[in-house]
């Protein structure tokens, strides 16, 4: 499609349950970026992929945070055990792969989880 | 690492005034710059971005932005805002020293409201 697609739009959990948030990036983008803003502040660099392989994970809390791109569907970004502070608007964004480095990032509108 | 700064949290102007938000970065490499906004209850959008070439970058809307190298900044201006620009104002930063797909680094964003 034309524009990042996310999925669910809001989801809530209580604390210990699993989350599971979807991104669809613009056909044709190869680099998909997963962002947390907490309480609409500053955007904080989860992880990275180029196709199906991760690119850069250097912000993801790997314990709990997992995720994946895999051919055909939607990446995914799954929060085991949520906890409190997990509670957040999670972007994503896609980018064209070119060898110019003159690549825009398009934002999705956001997954908003509440952990209860 | 990189950061981003916005010394301006929240900034309140009449309709007709003139905008400058403040955007300052630490990186001594080559960088990408941009401005996004985010409308209530609205994704990101891209006002303006500056890769290379004249420092003036011209976006959409009106506004405007000066990459002053030797300042590290990056300010956003308008000459005359309107109340439709009420929005949560954020700049960012790509470091390019490896290669096009390197995240953004944002600040922590300028709440702009427009009084009619």
């Known amino acids: 499609g034309e524009e990042v697609a996310q999925t669910p739009k809001h989801l809530v959990r209580g604390e210990g349950q699993k989350a599971k948030l979807y991104c669809a990036p613009i056909k044709g983008h190869s680099y998909v970026f997963w962002y947390q803003q907490v309480l609409k502040n500053e955007f904080k660099f989860l992880i990275s992929f180029q196709n199906e392989n991760v690119f850069d994970e250097t912000g993801m809390p790997k314990e709990r945070f997992s995720a994946k791109c895999l051919p055909n569907s939607p990446c995914s970004l799954e929060i085991q055990a949520t906890k409190l502070e997990d509670s957040a608007v999670y972007f994503c964004?896609?980018?064209?792969?070119?060898?110019?480095?003159?690549?825009?990032?398009?934002f999705g509108p956001g997954t908003r989880l509440t952990v209860l | 690492a990189q950061s981003v700064s916005q010394h301006n949290h929240h900034v309140i102007l009449s309709e007709a005034a003139s905008l400058e938000l403040g955007c300052n970065y630490s990186y001594g490499g080559t960088v990408n710059l941009f401005w996004y906004v985010q409308y209530p209850g609205q994704h990101l959008q891209l006002l303006l971005k500056?890769?290379?070439?004249?420092?003036l970058v011209k976006g959409i809307k009106g506004f405007e932005a000066e990459f002053i190298k030797s300042k590290f900044s990056f300010n956003l201006r308008k000459p005359s805002v309107q109340w439709s620009d009420t929005a949560e104002y954020f700049c960012?930063?790509?470091?390019?020293?490896?290669?096009?797909?390197?995240?953004?680094?944002f600040g922590s964003g300028t709440q702009l409201t427009v009084l009619p």
């Open positions: 960012a930063v790509r470091a390019i020293s490896s290669g096009s797909a390197r995240q953004l680094t």
């Open positions: 500056y890769f290379s070439g004249d420092p």
């Open positions: 964004a896609s980018s064209q792969s070119t060898s110019g480095g003159h690549n825009e990032q398009f």
